[in-house]
């Protein structure tokens, strides 16, 4: 896990040494606009990505030395040679590996990014990572160009890069939630359901997620079908092999702790209400009955159990957003549905920015996420009311009891802040803030 990040005369004028809380979980940086709190954020990423693409891009920092240092591992990129970008790492204190990579800057600047479609070339648009030349408008990919410079490495280095981006991989990611996140702005996603339409209209994220928590949804129901088909079938073999049985008072507790859970089921929307049934069994049945309500019971808690990991989360989601005259509901095969107070439902897409914006980072948070990975989270005030601002932190703590990680936050306002002042670090020089905190 990254611990520190140490950046030295960032834009030719700041220097940085930066402590991950990593025993809270959760480091926020502040400052003034033209601080670095955006370009700390994309070094960061930048630097733990795991290919050749991350040298070019750390190279177009403006920057002396930036340094991220992890529990086993130290990262180190220096940008000061008009040449070249030089690398080091060392792993487990072991020798230090280090190579140049070179920048081919002349080149590199006579093209720019472009949006284009169908061949036509849209200007000062981001489009499936297409570079134009700026004088003859010659198309070439950024990956062709990105081998080309790539070309120039000796073979000893790429052996070196492999190795970093192995030792990278096996100790750290990255999940970076940037501030421009409503919007897909890609044509890259094979799902038949979330596509950019023919008038060009970009896809609003929130109902890619919305079809993707309906995915996810099918695909643990169809988990379900399997195991309860596979239990079935094997039922009356394991039935006649029983020996050992509940009692009639620890099968009518499971069967009260199945009933709770079908209808959190149901809530969730994995179960149709009509598939909530609950029944307890008599006094005084008889032994063979008690063997085949055992063998059932225990049969059910196993198919039930397929839903567990994704209930969590989808009661997390629901428990987190708690919009102002909207209510939340799961739907199977639409996943989000919100309905208002007269009962008119609402499409993921005509929620407000400020609602977009909280369901699109809480749903990163809960449903995209592994253990251990650093989160960069830019500006997650951005359209939100003051009283969600102040409880962001707290949502994140409680994703965190179900999800471990770490968390980067870069903002402008004290209400993110909140009572997690312990947890910031001042991006102004190391002077004093006007409440007179220092930087830590």
């Not at 220096?78 to 790492?89: A, H, R, T």
């Not at 970076?176 to 023919?198: A, G, M, Y």
Request: proline fraction near 2%; hydrophobic fraction near 35%.
């Amino acid at each position: 896990m990254i611990n520190r990040v140490e950046v030295k005369k960032l834009f030719g004028l700041y220097d940085y040494d930066i402590p991950l809380n990593t025993e809270v979980g959760i480091t926020i940086i502040y400052g003034m606009n033209g601080s670095g709190k955006t370009t700390l954020l994309n070094m960061i990423k930048n630097a733990i990505q795991q290919n050749r693409q991350k040298y070019n891009l750390m190279s177009n920092y403006k920057f002396n030395e930036f340094n991220i240092y992890l529990d086993d591992m130290f990262l180190s990129f220096d940008n000061s040679n008009d040449e070249y970008l030089s690398v080091k790492f060392r792993i487990n204190n072991d020798k230090i590996h280090s190579f140049n990579y070179p920048k081919k800057r002349e080149r590199y600047d006579n093209w720019r990014r472009v949006y284009t479609e169908d061949g036509v070339i849209i200007e000062n648009r981001m489009y499936r990572n297409v570079i134009a030349h700026e004088r003859d408008g010659t198309i070439i990919y950024a990956d062709d160009q990105y081998l080309s410079i790539d070309d120039n490495v000796e073979a000893k280095s790429k052996k070196i890069m492999d190795k970093l981006d192995n030792a990278i991989k096996e100790r750290v990611s990255v999940h970076f939630i940037e501030t421009q996140r409503l919007l897909d702005l890609s044509n890259t996603d094979q799902d038949n359901n979330v596509r950019r339409e023919k008038n060009g209209r970009v896809i609003e994220i929130v109902d890619k997620y919305s079809f993707d928590l309906a995915k996810r949804i099918q695909r643990s129901l169809t988990d379900y079908s399997e195991i309860s088909q596979k239990l079935d079938k094997t039922f009356p073999e394991r039935l006649l092999k029983r020996s050992e049985y509940l009692s009639e008072t620890q099968i009518n507790d499971k069967l009260s702790q199945l009933e709770e859970k079908r209808i959190k089921l149901g809530k969730a929307g994995f179960l149709e209400e009509s598939d909530n049934v609950s029944f307890y069994i008599p006094n005084n049945v008889s032994i063979q009955d008690l063997k085949v309500l055992t063998v059932y019971v225990e049969d059910v808690e196993s198919k039930l159990s397929v839903f567990d990991n994704l209930l969590i989360k989808i009661e997390n989601l629901i428990k987190l957003l708690q919009f102002s005259h909207k209510e939340l509901y799961i739907d199977k095969t639409k996943g989000f549905i919100f309905k208002n107070d007269n009962g008119d439902e609402i499409l993921p897409r005509q929620l407000s920015s400020g609602e977009q914006h909280e369901l699109v980072i809480m749903y990163q948070l809960i449903f995209m996420l592994n253990n251990n990975v650093l989160i960069l989270i830019d500006e997650p005030e951005l359209s939100l009311h003051v009283v969600w601002q102040k409880s962001f932190i707290n949502n994140i703590k409680t994703i965190m009891q179900s999800t471990k990680f770490n968390v980067l936050i870069a903002t402008h306002s004290p209400q993110i802040i909140n009572n997690y002042w312990e947890c910031t670090f001042a991006l102004n020089g190391g002077e004093k803030d006007n409440e007179g905190r220092n930087n830590r």
